[in-house]
């Protein structure tokens, strides 16, 4: 079975700091990988996603993140953070041919002091 | 574009009334999901539709829940009779899957719900 691991509960960083959001995956195969944001109150937002291919994927709003099978990470980073990215980010493996069936971390919740 | 779109947005009951949750998803997405979240169980995947069809249900926690797509652009989500654990954010999203491909999931705004 499939499984996303975020060891991270909470960040805090400062204002234009670098930002880097740890994510591991359990899978047998290749994966499908993908970054979620939740604003408060809001439904999630895909930021990037990873099937196939280059390893560094961009995404919108300045993030990246790499795909590293070796360590079974696919950990999201951006190098100067705004107040506005304060929210709630989740990572997710999907399945292939089994469609939908994403697999939830349980989050990481950034806060941006000023 | 509209995204997917679901109401209520806010919905206050008391234990043992019926809930329904309602989902537009977006026009010619062929896939549709209910997730539900909450603190302490995060995001569960509960149903999801294929060409309005249920793929898998076993995220669906009770015969009090029960999901139906009657057609491709809308969905329901019932819960029957309600409890106070059923309090929750559930999520409707859908996505433009195709044969052999993970598509992203495109979510709505969520329905709050409160069983009192």
């Known amino acids: 079975a499939q499984s996303v691991t975020q060891p991270d509960i909470h960040i805090t960083v400062s204002e234009g700091a670098s930002l880097e959001l740890r994510c591991n995956y359990s899978y047998g195969a290749t994966p499908y990988l993908f970054w979620y944001v939740q604003s408060p109150g809001q439904g999630l937002q895909l930021l990037l996603k990873y099937f196939s291919g280059d390893t560094l994927v961009q995404g919108i709003k300045g993030f990246e993140a790499e795909f590293k099978r070796s360590q079974s990470s696919f950990n999201l980073r951006k190098p100067s953070v705004h107040w506005s990215d304060a929210a709630e980010y989740f990572c997710a493996v999907g399945a292939g041919t089994n469609a939908g069936k994403s697999t939830f971390g349980d989050g990481t919740t950034l806060t941006v002091k000023p | 574009d509209a995204g997917v779109i679901q109401s209520p947005r806010h919905e206050v009951t008391e234990m043992g009334q019926e809930v329904t949750l309602r989902c537009k998803p977006i026009s010619g997405h062929n896939s549709l999901f209910w997730y539900r979240q909450t603190m302490m169980r995060g995001l569960e995947l509960l149903i999801y539709f294929n060409n309005n069809v249920p793929i898998d249900d076993s995220g669906m926690p009770e015969d009090r829940f029960s999901a139906k797509m009657p057609n491709a652009s809308f969905s329901t989500l019932k819960i029957q009779p309600s409890e106070p654990r059923d309090s929750a954010v559930y999520f409707c999203?859908?996505?433009?899957?195709?044969?052999?491909?993970?598509?992203?999931?495109?979510f709505g705004e969520g329905s709050r719900l409160t069983v009192l």
């Open positions: 999203a859908s996505s433009p899957v195709r044969a052999g491909v993970t598509g992203e999931l495109f």
